[in-house]
DNA sequence: TCCACTCATAAGTCCAGGTTATGCCCTCAT
DNA sequence: ATGAGGGCATAACCTGGACTTATGAGTGGA
């Protein structure tokens, strides 16, 4: 396997059209970059670029494995955008806290936004549930928040920036799979749901939604455990839609249809009543805008 | 930014619980998994992991970025698993020949599920339009092809695989990111559309639906150029469905609502009349059903 | 014809990440 | 209590891969 580097390399030639001036991009030397898109091409089996004295130009392999790769570096970028938000940094401009699945999906994205508009603003971020987030807002540790969950906490002021849907997930084999008829409140209040445990946002929603009843075939303790369990075929799963958006593309899950249940939460910006989102703050909350 | 062993040695860490085991399961040394640990939380500048003479467990901040790390860590899987079966294997048990578009976004995640069913199986694996997958099948290069298009290649026998939408996208700052009426066919015949050059599917399956008629406001060569000129916001553009998942769910782009235009198209399996598809080929295909 | 660009090759340096060897800490079972 | 075993850390050493600089050779335009 090529490594990051490698990859992010590739991405640069075919985007420059040349080894040399991708090379001068990443700041290594031209016989560095030459060098290392050939030990890639030894790896893989397969040539990559066609060089010519006039420049290097992808051939039909190499377009395809840079369309992988970009996956792939775009999910560093994220992984990097996070890492560098989570060291901590009391010099920090923007200090945001936000819960799990909003740091987890969604924040990442943001900041590399942000990131383009302010590329000066150093960014940090704390993760924890809607009372840790109330708690540092309040004590002026930070300067911004995102909870997930029914109201905004006392002394918050908030906005809506992103509403977060449960969806019934299945394995492709699952004889739900094939439903079309939508399954209604009652006959998912009957079935035996891979779940999280007794108290999380997730299951405070549906167990809401359902009128306090859900019948847990296992609980799990993580997003990522639920979801690992639903993808073996464990049985039926409910989720957020931002967990599951790449498991329901590559087919790994599919969304069952659901009528007559209540399975929306929304995602909010807080902030402490009267402080008025200004600057670095109000940069951010306009890149998380334009969604329904 | 950590390399990619490293994330696999930290997601290996959050499974196993302990970092000799998950240094075994790498196949490296307990002193090596403890060093590049302690180098990425250096990097990082944050502990990842909490460790006590009976094991280690993540931190918060480690789950976190755990969470994101395995995206990083699938799509290098993707990569591998597509890479594997671009290297030309005379060999090959199961060699498949794929439009570009199925073999960008689909076949990596069909071929890691089949190596998890047929780990011995050697696929290989060429792209190429409808034309070149039908030739090779006919010819008998290739056991089995996908196709995206309106029908069958003579000489085929095919099913159809999975549904190919296209969608209206902008950038989340374009006017019609907020529209809630749907466009109608005039309406989007009329726009300029950021489009595939003449000659591509998609661009085919647009102006079939519109009866002639798109107005080019650019004109790029590849998806992904495409893609990078409305996310840039340069305008509105029409993109396969599979090829803009990551990015609405990340809201870097808008789904415009449409109405009243069909665009859709089949992605099929193919095979010469007559080959009954079994083996390989058949365990392939009943991965890629349960699919509406 | 010469310059400006491309890429390839060669020789040398250096460090990251691996290894082995060892020690300490904790827990559990004898 | 006491050893065995699992878990982690540290130290010393080795090696290979990836970088550098220096150079050459092909192509095309001024």
Redo the contacts between chains.
Sequence with gaps: ?P??AGLELLLAVARLGSLGRAARELGITQPAASGRIRSMERL???ALVDRSPRGSRLT??G???T??????V???E???A??QA???RRDSRLRVAAS?TI????L??WLI?LRARLPDTAVSLL??NSAVVAGRLLAGEADVGFVEGIGVPAGLDGAVV?QDRLVVVVA??HAW??RRVPLGAAELAASPLILREEGSGTRAVLEAALGGLARPLLELS?T?AVKSAAVSGAGPAVLSE?AV??EL????L?RVPVDGVRLRRELRAVWPVGHVPAGPVRELLSL????R
């Design positions: 396997m490594d990051l893989l089996g397969v039909e392999a377009a395809l494995v369309d992988w790769a970009r996956r792939i775009e999910a560093a994220a992984f990097d996070g890492a989570l060291r901590d799990m740091a987890e999906y969604l990442p994205g936004a993760a924890g992103a492709p084999g799979a094939r993580s990522t931002l958006g790449e593309a590559a087919r790994r599919v998380t805008r334009g969604v």
